[in-house]
Every structure is written in structure tokens, then in C-alpha cells.
């Protein structure tokens, strides 16, 4: 225990005293690090160190542009030429004109292999000689940011002075920035198991990502595991992309040891625009597991599993193509899908042979969804990046799904609908507000009733007094409620929809309320080009167990604060130290924990159109 405070005290001290030098007010717009001032090869290694992106003014900052607002008046121009512009390491998409020179820059330049200008227009909604649509043009800037190997995308519009042949014709501008694609992740559990991922996310410039993946475990019989996944995106410029992969040291969702093999192939369609007509996909996959750790008959009484899925949907745009004459308010967009989708265990554990256990269960179900929906998109920055540019939408999305499960052999109608409503208020807060609900219907009774209604915000970015620090308040929370519970899951703590760092208590639960608040400070100083934003948290968690009344549930508390940081010219994730302060815990668990978590996925997550689903609430 004296280990793990002295441990605690060590990365809370570091902690705060990189908050401190992070805070310092810089007067000078320019590098500042001491070393930077230096001349020859010591002030180009401070001036790679310590760069202070300069000052920025508030309205800049602070402002959610709708995406719409720089092609409106262009709108039915005809565009006379595309030009594809690749910005540098060292320079922004939104000022092209500063250049932030220093060893790593140029060094990510010399190695990297360029995303080819084919591969930028081959994702494009557009082409030389079409009438620009202003709300296609800015869903396509929304979706070249959206793509992984591209760091961030600005489009802009040129009016052309003199045309001979269109008097109202324009030059369009593509600017993109990629990212290092090479990254790769290392997890060591323990003295004799350590776990190596390489990734390549934009494959020769091609925008192909190749995932290889290997394992060394002494306590593993064979020692050694292999992964391998490909993804051929954007094919031919359908916006198809063809996934495949192998892996044989998958953690086996009972048990977490590295003893699953599974072989999967995906091919998706996304709706990358509402004014697209077609959107889906197709996934199969083999999932079985093979003793590497335990006795034979442990191994196949408690863990031995095989099955299978095959998961297929589609939808269609039943709006007309017209709507790409909409004037500045986008109408409402009108879809139809039909889901197909089928899970089946070839072997069951012994123990669950004959007996039911959700984890096992065999489901074939067929689902179709209307949805209705409108969306504007607004970009602005210091969300979830560092500064980039980033797209929340504002609109509504209403879904009514309905369809048919046979689950472990139990045939029964489903009904369910999916609400979401998002916008910014007066004072540039941002709310999102979903509700879903679904039932079963079977024996003359509704059976399996989900509830869920949720919440996420996050406030105005402001400014803290005259510093160069800016802040942002998250709050979200969650309601679950489940009715009738027949074969579905119980609510449980450790979920999304929960505290994911507990470990679940032994209880079945049918209510749970959620909590949870972040303040997060941005700087835009940068180290080694790494940005870094100190936050704290707080999470509560109601839980009532099955049958009990509502006031004889469970509280769960954690708190605590932390600190992420990014490289936004890498492909890497954001990179996030977390510590927690449990007041309570559950068995198994410490009351202070430390986490270090790479390759975080920080990024508003915002569909047009999702297939048919049943209501998650774990």
C-alpha cells in the first residue's frame, strides 16, 4: 500500500506541475522554450520542443460556423476546376501561410508517403463542370475530415474573374492535411504475456489501412499468437470499402484470456451524404476458442464456444434527389431499411448445454426501420481535439423499428422507436437528447421492455481570465429502465451507460440512473508538437435490483482528475492518464486506481442513418 501512494503522491506532483508550467502566459507569440533562442542545431531542437501556436483570436475560437455558411453564395455556379492542395506537417488547413518549421516536421515529411491526389478526388461528391450545391459541398468537407488518414480538410470556393466561356463560374480548393499514418500499440499484463499491434492507416498513400498483430505469453500453449486485417477503402471511388482479418489470440468474451480465433469479413456502404440513395452492409465471421491456458475439462465445461454471425442491412433514400436544389434550411430526409441478422452457437460450453444463458443464445431476427431526419452541421474546435476543426451536428432523428426475433428457440414481435433531438442554445451550450424504447411481444403479454433516455452537453468554450487557457464543462447522464425481463441481459455497473471502472456487483439489476460531469482546460502551448488538457471528473450511479423497491438500490461514486494529450499530425490516438478515488467499491476492487490508456478515440460520433437495432442498454 505505502508503494501505491508513494506512486499516487509521484504522478499527482508530475501532474500538477505540468499544469503549471503549461499555464505560464506567454507574451511572445513565438517559440518561448529557452533553448528556442539558441542558434544552430540546439535552437532548432527548442524550437521542435516548445511551440506556442501563437494567440488566436476569441471569435475564432469560440464560434460554431454552420458548415453551409462559405458555399451559399456560390450556389449554382459551375465549377470550372478542382485543385487538390496538400498542406504540410507544420501548417494548418485554416491558415496555409504559417509554417511551423522545426526537426520533427521535417523528418514525419521525408518518411511519410503522401495520400495521392487520385485517392482526395476519388472522395469527392462532386467533379469539374457540375452546379455547386452548397450542402453537398459541405458534407463533403464534413467527410474528409471524417476520414482516418487525414488529419483535417478545408474546402474553399474561388469566384473566377474572368471566364470567357461562364460568366458564373468558380475554382474549388481543396486543402488536406494528412496524418503519420504508422502507429502501434504494446500491452504488457504481466511479466510473461506482452501483446504487439502495428498499423498502417493509409497504406502505401493509397488510404488502405493493414492492422498486424502478434503475442508473446509464456503461460500460453503456443506462446505465441497472430492477427492480420485489411481494409481496401473507398473502392473505385464507390465509397464501398472491403474488409478481412484473422486472428488467433482474441480475448474469449467469457473468460478475457487470448485464446480465441475468429475469421471475419465486412463490406459497407456508408451514407456519407443525405443525398445519396443507397446505404449498408454486409458482415460474416467464425468465432471459436481453443484451449491455450487451462486443464481439457475445465476448458470444455466453463469456455469452449464456436459460433458464427451473418449480419446484413440496407437502406434506401425515399426522399427525391431534388432536395439538392434546398435552399439554406435543410429539409427532411426520409429513409427505409431492412435488417437481417443471425447468431449461431455450433458449441456451448458443457456447463450450458442444456440450460439458457443469454451469452449463448441462438437469435435470428429480421428488422425494418423508417426514420425521418434532419440535420446541419456546425464546425468548430476544443471538443474532443486540439484545436482541429471538428462537425456537431443540430437536428432531429426519429426512428420507428419493427420486426421479428426468434431468440433460444422463443418466437416474438418487436416494436421500437429511436428519438434523438441536438442544438446549440442562445448561449452556444450544446445539448443532445435521446430517447429509445422496445418491446417483445409474446404469450399475450409485452415481455423484455427497455427504456433508455440520455443526455450529453458540453458548454461554451471560454476563456479563464486573460490566460492562454480555455475550458469546457461536459455533463451527461442516463436513464434505464427494464419491464418484464425475460431473455435479455440485466442492467449491470460496469457499461457505457454505467462506471465503467467498477466491477460488477452480484446483482441483477432493472433500474439504473447515471451521472456524470468533466471540466476539461485546453492550452495552446505544445510539447514535442503534443497538446496536453488537465481535466477533472465525477461519476454516480443508481442501481435497483431486480424486485426491490426503488429506494433499496445501490450508490457507486468515483472521482477523480487526469490529464490527455495528442499529436494531431499522428494517427495515434489520444493518449489519457486517469486517476480515480472509488468512496465505494465493489469485490476485487482497490479504492484508488491508475490507468494509462493509448489510442483513445476522442470524436463526436454523428450518423445520418444507423441499421435497425434492437434498444442497447449495456
Known amino acids: 500500500m505505502l508503494f501505491d501512494v508513494k506512486r499516487i503522491s509521484l504522478i499527482v506532483f508530475l501532474f500538477f506541475q505540468l499544469s503549471f508550467v503549461m499555464a505560464q502566459d506567454n507574451k511572445n507569440n513565438s517559440d518561448t522554450f529557452f533553448l ?12 521542435s520542443i516548445s511551440v506556442n501556436t501563437g494567440s488566436t483570436s476569441d471569435s475564432s475560437l469560440f464560434a460554431a460556423v454552420k458548415n453551409i455558411d462559405p458555399f451559399v453564395i456560390h450556389k449554382g455556379s459551375i465549377i470550372r476546376k478542382i485543385i487538390i492542395q496538400k498542406v504540410g506537417f507544420g501548417q494548418s488547413v485554416n491558415d496555409t501561410g504559417k509554417v511551423i518549421k522545426n526537426i520533427f516536421n521535417d523528418f514525419a515529411e521525408k518518411l511519410h508517403v503522401s495520400t495521392s491526389e487520385k485517392i ?16 453537398l459541398v459541405a458534407d463533403n468537407e464534413r467527410y474528409l475530415r471524417d476520414i482516418p488518414y487525414l488529419q483535417d480538410a478545408r474546402i474553399s470556393v474561388n469566384e473566377v474573374v474572368a471566364d470567357n466561356f461562364n460568366l458564373d463560374s468558380v475554382d474549388v480548393v481543396i486543402f488536406y492535411k494528412d496524418v503519420f499514418p504508422i502507429s502501434g500499440n504494446v500491452l504488457i499484463d504481466n511479466a510473461t504475456s506482452m501483446f504487439l499491434e502495428g498499423i498502417d492507416d493509409n497504406f502505401r498513400g493509397n488510404g488502405d489501412r493493414i492492422i498486424v498483430q502478434t503475442l508473446l505469453d509464456l503461460n500460453r500453449n503456443p506462446n505465441t499468437g497472430f492477427g492480420i486485417e485489411y481494409t481496401k477503402r473507398n473502392i473505385k471511388g464507390s465509397f464501398v470499402d472491403f474488409t478481412a482479418g484473422y486472428q488467433n489470440l482474441y480475448p474469449a468474451f467469457n473468460s478475457g484470456r487470448r485464446e480465441e480465433n475468429n475469421i471475419y469479413t465486412r463490406l459497407s456502404l456508408p451514407l456519407v451524404t443525405p443525398y445519396h440513395l443507397w446505404t449498408g452492409s454486409l458482415e460474416s465471421s467464425l468465432h471459436f476458442t481453443r484451449n491455450d491456458y487451462i486443464n481439457d475439462s475445465l476448458f470444455r465445461s466453463d469456455f469452449n464456444y464456436r459460433y ?33 441478422v443471425r447468431t449461431n452457437f455450433l458449441q456451448k460450453p458443457g456447463k450450458y448445454a442444456n440450460t439458457y ?69 442562445k448561449n452556444k451550450d450544446y445539448f443532445n437528447f435521446n430517447f429509445r ?90 510539447f514535442f508538437g503534443f497538446s496536453f488538457a488537465p481535466f477533472s471528473f465525477a461519476s454516480f450511479c443508481y442501481l ?32 489519457e492518464l486517469k486517476m480515480f478515488y472509488f468512496p465505494r467499491t465493489t469485490i476485487g476492487m482497490s479504492p484508488f486506481n491508475i490507468t494509462l490508456n493509448s489510442d483513445l478515440q476522442f470524436k463526436y460520433n454523428s450518423q445520418f442513418i444507423k441499421r435497425p437495432d434492437f434498444v442497447i442498454v449495456n
Open 544 to 575: 435497483k435490483p431486480i424486485g426491490e423497491p426503488i429506494n433499496n438500490g445501490n450508490g457507486y461514486v468515483s472521482f477523480g482528475a487526469g490529464v490527455r494529450t495528442r499529436n494531431e499530425n499522428l494517427v495515434f490516438g489520444t493518449i
Open 308 to 340: 458464427t454471425t451473418t449480419d446484413a442491412w440496407v437502406g434506401y433514400n425515399i426522399s427525391t434527389r431534388n432536395f439538392l436544389n434546398e435552399g439554406v434550411n435543410r429539409k427532411v430526409k426520409h429513409f427505409v431499411a431492412l435488417r437481417a
Open 36 to 47: 528556442a533562442k539558441k542558434k544552430g542545431l540546439l535552437g532548432k531542437l527548442g524550437q
Open 437 to 526: 424504447a422496445g418491446s417483445y411481444f409474446n404469450d399475450g403479454r409485452l415481455q423484455d421492455i427497455s427504456l433508455l433516455a440520455s443526455l450529453e452537453s458540453f458548454s461554451k468554450l471560454r476563456r479563464l481570465g486573460h490566460s492562454k487557457w480555455l475550458v469546457r464543462h461536459f455533463l451527461s447522464g442516463s436513464f434505464t429502465q427494464q419491464i418484464n425481463t425475460f431473455l435479455n441481459q440485466p442492467l449491470v455497473l460496469n457499461s457505457a451507460f454505467g462506471i465503467p471502472e467498477f466491477a460488477n456487483p452480484d446483482t441483477s439489476s432493472s433500474s439504473r440512473l447515471t451521472i456524470n460531469t468533466q471540466s476539461v482546460f485546453f492550452n495552446t502551448w505544445k
Open 120 to 135: 482526395i478526388r476519388n472522395n469527392l461528391f462532386f467533379k469539374q463542370g457540375d452546379s455547386l450545391h452548397p450542402y
Open 357 to 425: 444463458n443469454y451469452l449463448y443464445a441462438n437469435q435470428t431476427s429480421v428488422l425494418a426501420a423508417y426514420t425521418a431526419f434532419k440535420q446541419n452541421y456546425y464546425h468548430t474546435s476544443f471538443i474532443y481535439g486540439f484545436g482541429r476543426n471538428e462537425d456537431v451536428p443540430e437536428g432531429f432523428n426519429a426512428s420507428l423499428i419493427t420486426g421479428w426475433t426468434d431468440k433460444n428457440q422463443y418466437v416474438r414481435p418487436y416494436l421500437g422507436i429511436d428519438l434523438q433531438k441536438n442544438y446549440f442554445s
